[in-house]
């Protein structure tokens, strides 16, 4: 009796057991399949994961006005320029007297000192307008004056004139022209503040001049394609070289046979893209400043990744964006990464080996 009610309760005890294995094994799959799914399309749809790509170099998404600010450029004061390496476009422009002047485009960087800040040119505004942008300068030809303060063809911060708290600083004992900087925070809140500006453009495509891939650009393949380790550019007083670094896939930047470098950071002066526009140009009525030839058409070079090709450009007037194209008239796609916009005399030579 008591042995076969002992043999009873073991049969029972043998079946909870059972059970509760069976059930702890299917809440375990239940669970696996519920992980598995979770957030998964209906069945019979592809399930696809993609990874936002999005361009590096500048908030291509963003309104934000950029800041077109005219940087000093004569041999002597190349050492003491600071904070290009913070902008996402810089123009190089030849001016009088066989010279050149770069204009920094940054936009949504933190606060930056910027240096150092010399006077405008008219044309300097037709290559402003392309990305919407503020321009900023100390001081101004006469005829970038009747363009900026009579016409007001474009928003302006001037510093000659008290805008923009510039300032002076003079580590290498230069000349006076040389010596001046900005904060460009300091220049966003005087240009909103003091000036009524509007900081955002109606599209975030105003803001943008070039047309970038994210994924860097192979020119090898393509019409024209020639190797492009060396670049040199010649502007009269200043040579510009680009020296290519392929671990780094960036050019360096070289002015008259000595690497450019940020006077506080000691880092050099980088790019990723280059294109060169070969531009037109003929004295103004005073005999002295030169009319660039913006509103044109005409050559130049797209330069990335150690290969260069020839390419065309146009511009249907001032305010207009420059278009760059291949040479089938493809638009021309650039690397993501700083460009250095070289618009150099068409008469004047450029090397790319």
Known sequence: MNRSRKRRISKKKVFLLILIIILLVGAGVCLWKFVINKGSAPKGKKITAKLEEKVDIVDIESKSRPFAISINNTPVAVKVQEGLNKAFLIYEIPTEGSTARLIAVFK???DTK?????????NMLDFSYESDAIFVAFGWSHYAKDDMSGS???DYVQGIVGEGGMWRDNPENLDSEHTVYLQTETVKNYAKDSK???LESASASDTILLNYNVIDVDLSDKEGAMVANHVSIDYGSVTNDFNYDADTGMYTRIVNDRVAVDHNTKEPFTTKNII?????YNRADDGYYWNLHTVDSGEGYYITNGYAIPIKWSKSDRKAKTKFTKLDGEELEVSDGRTYI???VASRDTTIE
Do not use: F, M, N, P
């Open 108 to 110: 949504d960087v933190e």
């Open 114 to 122: 910027v240096g150092t800040i010399r006077s405008a040119r008219h």
């Open 152 to 154: 007001h063809l474009i």
């Open 196 to 198: 009524g500006y509007a």
């Open 276 to 280: 060169v526009q070969k531009i037109k």
């Open 342 to 344: 070289e618009v150099q």
